[in-house]
């Protein structure tokens, strides 16, 4: 277990790459070459006044939204000229930071995260909260997103339903749908198998689908506000490398463990391919396979039509 102030590396570490560095990432983020990084995963305090083992969320308006844009302008260089930014955030201050963004970026989707929080308790002077934001950004019109990564399928309930021949060989039906912009993944609760001891730990679901399609297979992520490590535990699952901060010394450890623990998996890289890639190789030749065998069914259809004009026309003749 790495001392306090250490930062956390990976055994596939070269240079800043694969380390969570244990330090303010205002500080930090100048040790990332501008220009490296592909995407770009925030998830800053919210400005609640939550405890994270120092006083990082407990600052004012006025120094919430200074102290935002700082960081915004010392992370966003980093980006490649393709790259993106997801950035989680609550409906306080969405829309101050969303238009800090605009101002430097383009804006491509306003993501709701529903929780699944339990129709129970909450206020009684306005509605409960129950969905983060997440702002989806981008650098330039090239940027990079596989939609195919991350398409949810069908079931095949729908599928049969959709089984009229035009629909024979879609690449949509087999593949999957795009996900929505309204994204419905449980918190993790107490008891979830995922959770680790930080009061904001964000589900792997959500930040593996974010890297699956906004960084190419071997790219890096960029995470200033590590936390409980779930961007760096996402990205090694996914054939990804990481790099990253975080103030509190406890929540280093914490994500040296979670890191530690993956070391006992094979990893992407170890057989070539992300399990992303496999599937969708997979879906592929599915779909290669369907439309060639549709093409010789209305080859043969063609061909006795045919015949059996030949032979009506012999008869007549």
Same mark, same amino acid.
């Given at each position: 277990?790495?001392?306090?102030?250490?930062?956390?590396?990976?055994?596939?570490?070269?240079?800043?790459?694969?380390?969570?560095?244990?330090?303010?990432?205002?500080?930090?983020?100048?040790?990332?070459?501008?220009?490296?990084?592909?995407?770009?995963?925030?998830?800053?305090?919210?400005?609640?006044?939550?405890?994270?083992?120092?006083?990082?969320? =407990?600052?004012?308006?006025?120094?919430?939204?200074?102290?935002?844009?700082?960081?915004? @302008? !010392?992370?966003?260089?980093?980006?490649?000229?393709?790259?993106?930014?997801?950035?989680?955030?609550?409906?306080?201050?969405?829309?101050?930071?969303?238009?800090?963004?605009?101002?430097?970026?383009?804006?491509? %989707?306003?993501? &709701?995260?529903?929780? +699944?929080?339990?129709?129970?308790?909450?206020?009684?002077?306005?509605?409960?909260?129950?969905?983060?934001?997440?702002?989806?950004?981008?650098?330039?019109?090239?940027?990079?997103? @596989?939609?195919?990564?991350? #398409?949810?399928?069908? @079931?095949?309930?729908? =599928?049969?339903? +959709?089984?009229r021949s035009i629909f024979v060989g879609a690449k949509w039906l087999e593949m999957?749908?795009?996900?929505?912009?309204?994204?419905?993944?449980?918190? /993790?609760? +107490?008891?979830?198998?995922? #959770?680790?001891?930080?009061?904001?730990? $964000?589900?792997?679901?959500?930040?593996?689908?974010?890297?699956?399609?906004?960084?190419?297979?071997?790219?890096?992520?960029?995470?200033?506000?590590?936390?409980?490590?779930?961007?760096?535990? *996402? *990205?090694?699952?996914?054939?990804?490398?990481?790099?990253?901060?975080? /103030?509190? !010394?406890?929540?280093?450890?914490?994500?040296?463990? #979670?890191?530690?623990?993956? *070391? /006992?998996v094979p990893m992407p890289e170890d057989v070539g391919e992300t399990p992303a890639?496999? !599937?969708?190789?997979?879906?592929?030749?599915?779909? =290669?396979?369907?439309?060639? $065998?549709?093409? #010789?069914?209305?080859?043969? &259809?063609? %061909?006795?039509?045919?015949? $059996?004009?030949?032979?009506?026309?012999?008869?007549?003749?």
């Amino acid at each position: 277990m790495p001392a306090a102030g250490s930062a956390p590396v990976c055994a596939a570490d070269i240079g800043w790459r694969n380390r969570v560095h244990c330090e303010d990432a205002l500080q930090g983020l100048a040790r990332i070459p501008d220009g490296s990084i592909d995407l770009l995963i925030a998830d800053p305090p919210y400005g609640l006044g939550k405890d994270y083992g120092n006083d990082s969320d =407990k600052l004012d308006t006025e120094a919430y939204l200074r102290w935002t844009e700082q960081w915004i @302008d !010392a992370a966003l260089p980093k980006l490649k000229a393709n790259g993106s930014l997801y950035i989680f955030l609550t409906w306080r201050y969405s829309p101050e930071i969303f238009v800090m963004l605009k101002q430097r970026m383009t804006m491509l %989707n306003e993501i &709701v995260w529903d929780r +699944r929080v339990p129709s129970m308790g909450g206020t009684t002077r306005r509605y409960s909260s129950v969905h983060d934001t997440i702002g989806f950004f981008a650098r330039a019109k090239d940027y990079y997103f @596989d939609l195919d990564a991350i #398409r949810i399928p069908y @079931d095949a309930e729908t =599928k049969k339903a +959709r089984s009229r021949s035009i629909f024979v060989g879609a690449k949509w039906l087999e593949m999957g749908y795009n996900p929505k912009d309204v994204w419905s993944v449980s918190r /993790l609760h +107490r008891e979830h198998k995922e #959770r680790a001891d930080h009061p904001t730990q $964000k589900p792997l679901e959500i930040v593996e689908r974010m890297i699956k399609a906004s960084c190419p297979p071997g790219g890096v992520v960029l995470d200033p506000f590590m936390g409980s490590g779930t961007t760096a535990v *996402a *990205a090694r699952r996914c054939g990804r490398d990481f790099v990253g901060f975080e /103030l509190n !010394a406890d929540y280093c450890r914490l994500i040296a463990q #979670r890191l530690d623990a993956l *070391a /006992l998996v094979p990893m992407p890289e170890d057989v070539g391919e992300t399990p992303a890639d496999v !599937a969708a190789t997979n879906v592929v030749k599915k779909v =290669k396979a369907t439309r060639a $065998k549709a093409k #010789r069914k209305a080859k043969v &259809v063609k %061909n006795t039509e045919e015949t $059996k004009a030949e032979a009506n026309e012999q008869v007549s003749g």
